[in-house]
């Protein structure tokens, strides 16, 4: 008798181009999507387009081939396709896309630069500029060694300014940095020795196209300020921020926080993700995140939910992870097939996640409800089950499902405010207006760093964790900057002038005169422009 149980059943797969299968499945609130391109690459790196969802994996087999995938729309089933395949004449280790360049460095000590529109990708194979690292100084096979490491040719690492009014990038070689004009293929602009071991991650800050984090085999994590650097006759160090033994092990991977210009995450061969807060000099992280099993490649920030970051390393495992939720703050962890070498968000939606396996592989997550429910934050103002609807106001917002939020907001402060509660109708309105930041895009400002200091350690801590769950709670600052919403120009003229007219309640209520004195000038504004705006 035979045994069938080992059988796999009938399928027609076989009928799909390899390129597209792909097998959807929902588990602990994610519904995943696994893109499979099996034989056809082996992933060393992985770039995202700055603006689209696009991604680029370049590979070390296969003639070191390069593919770009679109990603599919939110909620879309399996609409993968592989937008176009290029060939690069020497393996990839590290890439980079912003705008129309994509950036891809080699093992062989060159860069090259090609011109990918995302939503006409094709690539020319026969026009593309490269920057040779080979040729400058100090790049030779009879260099003396990094550390305990050999001299290699290998570029570790390529990063496009994320200011694309910035044509530059960086990019690493052993312990060196070199910064790069994109029209000045020849030389560099600065080559320095930033470490006296190698350098393999370095991210450069979205706030303040000076700043870049750096960190390598000397387990240490820098900040630098290039300006510093670029002046010769400057003696002042261009180190602003550093701290020694960041972790246990090299460090592999840094990414500044997308909103907060003070917080930058790492992870090492020690398994572990740290979190700084460049405001304090404390030798201790704020936040160290510790699950995975070996070596962590990657990491990345939501670009939605402050509290929220992505992993994925040697063990196999891709992790989300929240800050706010203790002590472990794991919550989802999923096992792929091979070491994870990327992990990211969808541009421009928050909700969808991927994973890039060395294999080649692609696993995409969605956030369903039933996932963002349990992070969502609650005011004490609001216990359950008294105030079910109020709660109801902070999981749309926590959503970002604004409009309906807003206008719920509103219609229960308004009850709230006829029972005399402007106590409990502010909180409502607090949700609807976005964190104030000092920090804009390209802030040359970096009086901040270090500028805090803390008696202790753990003052520090406090302080760090009661900033993330303000930023976690409430709208982050910089949201509308990053992201379109679009709010009826009524709905908010709505809430400014209710709350106006509750403030001014809460102070009569309170017998707070000097509040009232304090609002005369918005009370007159707002009665300019509409004399009935106010009940007197």
Known sequence: MIDDTDIIPASSAWRMPLCLRARKETIEGLEWNEFSQEKLLSASCVAIHN??????????SFKDVCKVISLPSRLAENEYSVCTTFNQPA??????????HLLCASVDGQVFRYTLRPYRPSVSQDKFDVYIHSKLKGMTPNAPPTGKLPHTTTINRVALSPNPQVLSFVSTENQNMHLWELEHTKQPTLSKKVSDWPVFAVDWSPFNSNLLALGGAAKSLKVIDLRVMLNDTSNATPVVWKKDDAHNGYIRDTKWHPFIQHWLATTGDDGRINIWDLRFNTQQPMITLDDHLSAVRKINWSPIHPEILLSGGNDRNFKFWSCEVEPHNVVVSRTLESPINHVGFAKGDGFRAFAVGADGSLVCAQMLTSFLVPLVHHHTKFPAPLDVEERDVE???????FNKAFTKAVSLAERNAHSNKPEKALPLLDLCNPLTNTATKDNLNTSWIGSQLASHPTQAQKTFLTDMHQYSYFIPPNYTDRFTVEIPPTLTNQIKQLRLNLELQLYVKTSKAENLWNLKKEVLDLLQKEVTSIPL
């Not at 393996?91 to 129309?100: A, E, H, I, Q």
């Not at 749309?396 to 499902?401: A, G, H, M, S, W």
Request: hydrophobic share 35%; aromatic share 12%.
């Open 91 to 100: 393996p990839f280790t590290d890439m980079s896309w912003v705008g129309n």
């Open 51 to 60: 603006e689209s969802n696009h991604v680029a994996i370049g590979g070390t």
């Open 395 to 401: 999981r749309l917002i926590y959503e970002r499902d």
